[in-house]
C-alpha cells in the first residue's frame, strides 16, 4: 500500500535485538494506508515479552503489544484507545473464513515483523482499534489484550457449570480463572507461589499448592498457564478421560512428552491465543474482573531493563512501563 507519511523523528523505545536495550534514538516507521500512529501512554511486559528476549519467534524490533495510547488521526483521533494485536490482510483465504486473527500473512504487533508499543508511538490498523470508555483507568485498560486472551476459551469451548482448574497463578493465570468463573465455571488454580495463590482467594476463586495437588482425574477441564514445558505433563495427569486441555502456554523451550495417554483416553487438546476486545472492555468497564491487584510495578520507559528484571522475577504479577507523563 502506498505510504502516507514519512518517517517520523526519533523516538525513546526499548527493543530486542539480541540483547534487551533502551534507545533514544528509534524511527518510527512510515503510516501505510488504512494505518494510525498511536501515541503510546502506558504499557504492560507480559510472559510473551520475556519469551522473545529469550529466542521465541526469533523476534527482533521494538517490544511490546499490550498497550493504551492516544491516536492521533481517524475516528478515534484525540481519544485514548487499545488495538488489537493482529494485524491482517482482510483478503487471503483465512481472512475470508473470518479467521483474521490467523491470517497467513499478518504481523503481530510486537511479536511478528512488527514494531511494539514499548515506544513513545506504534503504527496500528485503524480496523484494530478500540475506544476506551471513560470510566475505565489507563491502569485498567491496560489489561485489555490479557483479558480478551482469557475470554477466547469461553468462545472456543463451553464452561459453564464445568470443573476447571487453572494451571498457573501467574498473569494470565489470573485472568483466565476470573472470566471462566465469571462465564460459570467451577474454578479451581494451582500454582506454585503463596502470595499469588492468597490474592486469588481474596477474590474468591479457590487456589491450592501444586504440592497439595491431588492425582484425582476430576477436571473436566484443564487450562495450562504455567508458562513452562512441564505445564501439558500435569495437565494429561488430572484431566478426566475424553477431557480437555487448552494450551495457553508459549515458550522458547521445546517441549516433548509421551502422546499416548492423549489417544488412550481420548483427551482434546486446544490450542487458545488472542481473543475478542469487546467482551474484555466490557468485564473490565464493569468490574468483572480484577487487574489493579496485580500491578506489581510500575516504571519509566527509561529503566525498562530494571523493569524485565523484576517481570521475570517469580513474585511478580504484573510490570507496567510508564512511557508518557501524566
Not at 27 to 36: D, I, M, N, T, Y
Not at 57 to 69: A, C, D, K, Q, Y
Request: aromatic share 4%.
Amino acid at each position: 500500500m502506498p505510504s502516507t507519511q514519512t518517517p517520523l523523528a526519533k523516538m525513546r523505545a526499548v527493543l530486542f535485538d539480541r540483547v534487551l536495550q533502551y534507545r533514544s534514538d528509534a524511527v518510527l516507521r512510515s503510516v501505510s494506508e488504512g494505518e494510525v500512529v498511536v501515541d503510546v501512554r502506558l504499557a504492560g511486559i507480559c510472559e510473551t515479552d520475556l519469551q522473545l528476549c529469550r529466542g521465541y519467534m526469533g523476534f527482533s524490533g521494538i517490544l511490546g503489544h499490550e498497550f493504551v495510547g492516544i491516536a492521533r488521526t481517524g475516528r478515534f483521533a484525540g481519544q485514548r484507545v487499545v488495538g488489537e494485536i493482529n494485524c491482517s490482510c482482510h483478503a487471503c483465504a483465512l481472512c475470508r473464513r473470518g479467521l483474521e486473527r490467523h491470517c497467513s500473512q499478518r504481523t503481530v504487533i510486537g511479536i511478528l515483523n512488527h514494531d511494539g508499543a514499548f515506544a513513545e508511538s506504534v503504527v496500528v490498523p485503524e480496523s484494530n482499534l478500540h475506544l476506551i470508555p471513560e470510566s475505565v483507568t489507563d491502569e485498567v485498560a491496560v489489561f485489555v489484550e490479557p483479558v480478551a486472551a482469557a475470554c477466547r476459551i469461553p468462545e472456543q469451548i463451553v464452561v459453564d457449570r464445568q470443573n476447571v482448574t487453572v494451571l498457573g497463578d501467574g498473569r494470565l493465570g489470573n485472568l483466565c480463572a476470573q472470566v471462566l468463573r465469571h462465564h460459570g465455571a467451577l474454578v479451581t488454580v494451582v500454582g506454585k507461589h503463596e502470595a499469588k495463590l492468597r490474592l486469588l482467594r481474596q477474590i474468591g476463586i479457590k487456589a491450592i499448592s501444586l504440592q497439595d495437588l491431588s492425582g484425582e482425574r476430576t477436571s473436566d477441564i484443564v487450562v495450562d498457564c504455567t508458562g513452562s514445558s512441564t505445564g501439558l505433563e500435569t495437565a494429561v495427569r488430572i484431566v478426566r478421560p475424553c477431557g480437555t486441555i487448552v494450551l495457553k502456554t508459549t515458550i522458547a523451550d521445546r517441549q516433548t512428552m509421551h502422546m499416548a495417554p492423549l489417544v488412550i483416553d481420548e483427551i482434546t487438546m486446544i490450542g487458545s491465543r488472542c481473543g475478542p476486545f469487546g467482551p474484555a472492555l466490557r468485564l473490565l468497564e464493569h468490574g468483572s474482573v480484577s487487574v489493579t491487584p496485580m500491578i506489581s510495578g510500575r516504571y519509566k520507559l527509561e529503566d525498562a531493563i530494571e523493569a524485565f528484571e523484576r517481570a521475570s522475577r517469580k513474585d511478580t504479577l504484573k510490570v507496567l512501563l510508564q512511557v508518557a507523563e501524566d
